[in-house]
C-alpha cells in the first residue's frame, strides 16, 4: 500500500487567511501597474514602450518570484514568513511615491532619450514588489495541501482566487480610483491594504509598525487587429501604427484620415492648401491676438493641412510641428502632399516631453492633439500649461482645440481645461465653431498673459486686413464669441496627481463626469512640499529598516528552534 506523503501541517480551517493573502496581491499586483502608469507617462509619454515595460517588468517579476517562491516555500514554511514577506512589499508600495521622482530623473540620466529609458524606470520602481508578491502563489500552496492527493483541489483553488483578485484590481483602478483618487494616495492605499493583509499571521511588532506607517501618511502632503470600424467613402490605406488604427478614406473629392475610427484630418488634392473642415478655420484666431507672431508650433500633425495652411498664407512665419506618431507622418507625406519646406520643422516626439527639453519660445501654439474618442492626459494639466507658458513669447498666445459643448452635461471637460488654463494664463476666451452652446462641437480655448482685452467688433477688424479673411464669416456671427460667464465650480481643476479626463473625454458616448468629493481639493492649486515629502520619506525608511532587522531575526530564531 502506497504511502501518501505529508506536504504540510497548516490547518485546513485556516485556508480562509491563505485565500485573504492570495486575492489581496492578485488585485494589488494589477492596480499597481496601471497607478505606476501615471507616474510615468506624463515623462515618457503614452507609448508602446511605456506599456511594455509596465507588463513587461511585472511578468517578469512575477516568473521569478514564483521560481524563488517555490523553493523558499520548501524550506521550512510558516504562515508568519509569507505573511512577513508580504508586509515587507506593503512597504516598499508605500514608499513608491516618495522614490518615485527621483527613480525617473535616474533613468533619464542614465539612458536618457531612448525607448529603454521607461523600462529602467518601470524595472527599478516595480521589480521588487512584483518578485516578492510572485512568492506569494507556490508559497500558499504548499501550507494549503496537507496531502499530494488534494494538490491539484488546493493549487487550482488558491490561483483562481489569485486570478479573481487581479480582476477586480484592474477594474476598480480604471473605473473607481484613478478617475476620483489623486495617485499618490491610490498607491499609499495599496500598500496599506497589502499591509492590513499580512496582518492576520503576524504578531504584535508589525502591527505596531502598521500603526506608525498610518499615522505617518496621514500627515498632510502634496506630490506628485480586426477592423470593425465604418468611415464615409473608399478605403484606400490601413495600417496599425505605435498609438492607433490608422485608415486613410476617399469621400468625393476629398480624402480623410482616420485614427481608431475619428476623422483628423481632411483634404482636397486638387487644393491641397485650402482648409476643408471648418473647425481648423480657428486656428487662425491666434495671428488675429499677436499679429507679429514669426514662430508657430503646432502640438499634433494629422494630414498636416494646418501647418501647411500657415505657411502659405503667413511668409515670414516658421513652423514646428510635434506629431507623437511616426506612422501619421508617414501617411501625411504619402496622401496629404507634406513636402519638406525649409520654414518648418517636425519632431516626432511626445509633446510634453519634447516642450520640456526643447528651449526655443513661440508667439502662437495651436494644441490639436485632442479627439473625441481620447485625450492624451498629461496635455491638459496644470504641470503641462506651466511647461508651455515657460514655451512661450511674452506677447505669446495658446490656441486649443476641444471637443464638447460649452454648456450641458457634455461640457465637464471644456469647462475644467479652461478652468486649468485659467491658473496659467489669466486672459482665455471661448470660441464655439457652432451656434448652440449645448451642442456637441470643436471649442477653442485662446489664452494668453497679454492683459490687453479683446471683443468680437475688434477682432472683425483684425479678421478683415488678415490673410485668413475667412475669419470674417465666423467672427461676424454672434454666437461664434462666447461672452457667457463659464462655471468651473463642479469641475476638476486638472493635475498630473488628480486627471478624471477619460471619463470627461468622451461627450460622443455621453461618458458622464462621476466624480462628486473632490470639490474642494480642485477649488485651490497644488504645490509640492519637498520638505514634507523629505520628512515623511526618511521616517519609513527608519521604518524599513527596523522591520527588517525584526523579521531576519525571526527568520533566524525560527530555523534554529527547527534544526
Known amino acids: 500500500m502506497t504511502k501518501v506523503q505529508s506536504v504540510s501541517r497548516f490547518s485546513q480551517d485556516g485556508l480562509w487567511k491563505l485565500r485573504i ?55 521550512h514554511p510558516s504562515f508568519e514568513k509569507i505573511c512577513g514577506i508580504v508586509f515587507s512589499v506593503g512597504i516598499f508600495i508605500v514608499g513608491i511615491p516618495f522614490f518615485a521622482t527621483s527613480v525617473v530623473d535616474f533613468s533619464t540620466f542614465a539612458l536618457p532619450a531612448t525607448q529603454y529609458t521607461p523600462l529602467l524606470a518601470t524595472f527599478l520602481l516595480l521589480i521588487i514588489p512584483s518578485v516578492l508578491l510572485g512568492f506569494v502563489s507556490p508559497y500558499v500552496v504548499k501550507l494549503g495541501t496537507s496531502s499530494l492527493q488534494k494538490i491539484g483541489n488546493v493549487s487550482g483553488n488558491l490561483y483562481s482566487v489569485a486570478t ?11 473605473f473607481v480610483l484613478i478617475p476620483n483618487i489623486a495617485v499618490n494616495q491610490i498607491i499609499f492605499g495599496l500598500g496599506i491594504m497589502l499591509i492590513g493583509s499580512s496582518l492576520i499571521g503576524l504578531k504584535k511588532p508589525p502591527k505596531a509598525i502598521a500603526v506608525i506607517i498610518v499615522i505617518v501618511l496621514i500627515v498632510p502632503w502634496y506630490s506628485f487587429p480586426t477592423n470593425t470600424i465604418t468611415h464615409n467613402g473608399v478605403l484606400i490605406y490601413e495600417t496599425e501604427t505605435l498609438f492607433s488604427h490608422l485608415d486613410i478614406t476617399r469621400f468625393g473629392s476629398n480624402i480623410s484620415m482616420y485614427l481608431d475610427g475619428m476623422r483628423h484630418s481632411s483634404m482636397n488634392p486638387d487644393k491641397p492648401l485650402d482648409l476643408v473642415i471648418d473647425y481648423t478655420e480657428y486656428f487662425h484666431l491666434g495671428m488675429l491676438f499677436n499679429p507679429s507672431a514669426s514662430n508657430v508650433l503646432f502640438v499634433g500633425g494629422g494630414g498636416f493641412t494646418g501647418p501647411k495652411n500657415f505657411l502659405a498664407l503667413y511668409p515670414d512665419t516658421k513652423v514646428d510641428v510635434i506629431e507623437i506618431d511616426p506612422g501619421v507622418v508617414e501617411a501625411a507625406r504619402t496622401y496629404f502632399d507634406l513636402q519638406d519646406d525649409p520654414r518648418m520643422n517636425i519632431f516626432v ?27 492624451p492626459y498629461h496635455l491638459m494639466t496644470d504641470e503641462f500649461f506651466e511647461i508651455l507658458e515657460k514655451r512661450l513669447e511674452p506677447e505669446g498666445v495658446v490656441v486649443s482645440n476641444i471637443i464638447g459643448s460649452i454648456e450641458g452635461h457634455n461640457s465637464e471637460l471644456v469647462r475644467a481645461v479652461y478652468k486649468t488654463m485659467k491658473e496659467t494664463f489669466p486672459v482665455s476666451y471661448i470660441f464655439p465653431t457652432e451656434n448652440l452652446p449645448t451642442n456637441v462641437q470643436n471649442i477653442m480655448i485662446v489664452s494668453s498673459n497679454n492683459p490687453y482685452e479683446f471683443d468680437r467688433i475688434t ?26 460667464s463659464i462655471k468651473t465650480s463642479d469641475v476638476p481643476f486638472l493635475t498630473d496627481q488628480l486627471n478624471p479626463s477619460e471619463v470627461l473625454t468622451n461627450p460622443i458616448t455621453n461618458r458622464s463626469y462621476m466624480q462628486e468629493s473632490q470639490d474642494q481639493q480642485i477649488e485651490k492649486k497644488e504645490h509640492r512640499n519637498d520638505s514634507i515629502n523629505f520628512g515623511i520619506g526618511i521616517v519609513l525608511l527608519v521604518i524599513a529598516f527596523v522591520w527588517l532587522f525584526y523579521f531576519n531575526k525571526k527568520i533566524l530564531n525560527h530555523r534554529a528552534i527547527i534544526e
Open 459 to 484: 477682432l472683425l477688424e483684425l479678421a478683415r486686413n488678415s490673410p485668413a479673411d475667412y475669419l470674417v464669416d465666423e467672427l461676424s456671427k454672434q454666437d461664434h464669441f462666447y461672452e457667457g
Open 349 to 375: 516626439d511626445d509633446a510634453r516631453k519634447h516642450l520640456a527639453t526643447f528651449d526655443k519660445k513661440y508667439d502662437v501654439v495651436v494644441l490639436d492633439a485632442y479627439s473625441a474618442n481620447y485625450v
Open 21 to 75: 493573502l492570495t486575492f489581496t496581491s492578485g488585485a494589488i499586483v494589477m492596480a499597481l501597474e496601471i497607478a505606476t502608469s501615471r507616474i510615468l507617462t506624463p515623462v515618457f509619454g503614452s507609448t508602446i514602450y511605456t506599456w511594455g515595460s509596465l507588463i513587461g517588468v511585472i511578468l517578469s517579476g512575477l516568473s521569478l518570484g514564483y521560481f524563488l517562491g517555490g523553493k523558499f516555500a520548501d524550506s
Open 164 to 174: 479573481m483578485g487581479s480582476i477586480l484590481g484592474t477594474f476598480l483602478t480604471v
